[in-house]
């Protein structure tokens, strides 16, 4: 049996998500005709455009943000003097909802990986140097994941950073903390901040 | 299908299955065909082909199951899928010897690597991560290599980083190589005198691409490695050469001699699995007895009767074969894809 090609449609919408299969976006789209009264489907449909519309990277870390500069860089109660290079701006909230690091952030948006394209130049290197520049930045605190790719971008931005006057610090990746922050829980989190080391 | 102890005779002409048998005991000890694609083993029309056995490893009764398909394996322990191929291989340990084999003394370096390659990651699972991460770095800066048409520092930086992470993966592989090469000559040693009576030894050496300072040689090397767009030295690169009474079994081994060796060291493997797991491997020998003479069949037998290791072999025929070595054997047929066991064999089977 087939759906109605406008059903069919939105099933086919639903299963560009990550994480989400064919019998999935059957159970949202059916979710949404059947369940969904119009004035909140009115509503998704405009949150979707507007965050679209409205949500681009921060113009100093590129952290997601809906203003110009985000709530973070624009925060003077920072302390701007470190600054976390993050692969994705998901660590971002990650390392916020852990509470601690009061900090400032960079976000590179991905790793260095041949494999998956990614070289230096993909990534946001420049807008980094340009910052540790002109900032009174005195420590850059490197918290991209510990798999192949994510030492080898902490490696070459130490790499750079040799001839700039400026901590480097790694943080403490342990066994607990595993490769990716992403799943790392508040309390390991904050330990792996805690324990960061020279690099 | 059970497999007890001892030797067991898989019987069929060719054709009709009984390598397909064996090979699915490789299959589901070392998670991949031995030949070049997995693919082969799924029958003409279905989707995918699974192996499943319970086996007796180390006290202890595991569920192993392969399920190769068109979009993947699937390694299954106890009924959970293993994510990692080093935390499945290890619970059903073999040693082979298969017709292809033949080509390891005289066919390319990839083969030999290879052959080396199963035992040392049936031995340590360390071995398989190791050698995976070292692989996975060099297909990184292979890749990289690729792309650097154009000088530019940023990409002369990344290739001193990836090289320097390549070194650093390459050393435990390395290492892990020479050591094992030197504890199986060990093994050799003992295993002379299995088919011969002569004064005749064996020997295996290592051959690496880079023995120390790894990382300053692949440093070194960056012109030659930018021109051909690849990474030329490293493991990938290492080889083995067999030695027979010191001279290269490459260049002098004929046929037999050549067999007689790489018999002799799977009987090696066999002994110094048995020494680092405290159990012998079960010995899978494919098509091995039409080509050894009654003397050294006989040798073979007595010496698989004596360790009383699990050793599953397929032949033709027992008729070629010396009588008198085929007591307390089991014996099975196979024919069109199907086996069964042959209710008694020789003059005193035990049932
Ligand atoms: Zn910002």
Redesign the pocket.
């Known amino acids: 049996m087939q759906y109605p090609k406008a059903l069919e449609d939105l099933i086919s919408e639903f299963m560009k998500y990550p994480g989400v299969g064919r019998k999935t976006a059957e159970r949202y789209a059916m979710f949404s005709v059947i369940d969904l009264k119009n004035e909140s489907i009115n509503d998704f449909s405009q949150a979707l455009i507007s965050a679209k519309e409205k949500i681009r990277p ?1 113009n ?4 997601l ?1 809906d203003k110009e ?2 709530d ?2 624009s925060d003077g109660t920072r302390d701007n003097s470190k600054i976390m290079v993050l692969e994705t701006t998901k660590d971002v909230f990650s390392i916020e909802k852990s509470g601690t690091y009061r900090g400032l ?1 960079h976000v590179l948006n991905g790793a260095l990986s041949p494999l998956n394209g990614i070289g230096p130049n993909e990534l946001n290197l420049v807008s980094l140097w340009k910052r540790l520049e002109k900032d009174d930045v005195k420590e850059v605190i490197l918290a991209t994941s510990a798999t192949q790719e994510g030492e080898a971008t902490a490696q070459y931005i130490k790499r750079v950073l040799r001839e700039v006057e400026v901590l480097v610090t790694r943080i403490g990746y342990g066994v607990p903390v595993g490769s990716n922050l992403e799943y790392a829980d508040d309390q390991t989190l904050n330990k792996a901040i805690e324990n960061r080391r020279v690099f | 299908m059970e497999f007890g102890q001892g030797i067991h005779f898989i019987i069929g002409s060719n054709g009709e299955g009984k390598t397909n048998f064996l090979e699915s005991i490789y299959v589901l000890a070392l998670a991949k065909s031995y030949k070049t694609s997995d693919l082969v083993l799924i029958r003409h029309q279905e989707d995918f082909a699974k192996v499943e056995a319970t086996v007796l490893s180390q006290s202890r009764l595991f569920d192993l199951s392969m399920i190769i398909s068109a979009s993947g394996k699937n390694a299954i322990i106890n009924k959970t899928s293993q994510k990692k191929l080093s935390d499945y291989i290890g619970h059903l340990q073999i040693v082979s010897f298969l017709p292809e084999d033949m080509n390891i003394i005289k066919g390319s370096p990839r083969e030999r690597r290879y052959f080396f390659d199963v035992y040392m990651g049936q031995m340590d699972k360390n071995y398989i991560s190791n050698l995976g991460n070292y692989k996975y770095v060099l297909k990184q800066r292979n890749e990289l290599l690729k792309k650097m048409n154009q000088p530019n520092k940023e990409d002369d930086l990344l290739l001193d980083v990836i090289t320097e992470q390549l070194a650093e993966a390459a050393r435990p592989v390395v290492e892990h190589r020479k050591k094992f090469i030197q504890e199986i000559n060990l093994f050799l040693e003992k295993q002379y005198h299995l088919f011969s009576s002569k004064n005749e030894y064996y020997r295996i050496q290592y051959l690496p691409s880079i023995e120390t300072e790894i990382e300053k040689v692949m440093k070194s090397k960056y012109r030659t490695d930018k021109m051909s767009y690849t990474t030329n030295f490293g493991p990938h690169r290492d080889d083995y050469d067999f030695y027979l009474n010191d001279v290269m079994a490459k260049d002098y081994a004929s046929g037999g001699e050549q067999r007689t060796l790489i018999l002799t060291l799977d009987m090696a493997l066999a002994e110094m699995m048995k020494d680092r797991l405290k159990e012998y491997p079960v010995i899978l020998l494919d098509d091995v007895f039409s080509e050894l003479d009654y003397e050294k069949q006989n040798k073979l037998i007595q010496y698989l009767s004596k360790i009383q290791a699990q050793a599953i072999i397929t032949t033709t025929s027992l008729h070629e074969l010396n009588q008198d070595a085929l007591n307390n054997v089991k014996v099975f047929h196979v024919s069109k894809g199907h086996i069964q066991e042959e209710k008694q064999h020789g003059k005193s089977s035990k049932v």
Not at chain 1, 60 to 63: E, F, G, K, S, Y
């Open positions: 921060c100093i870390c590129h952290h943000t500069t985000c973070i860089c952030y």
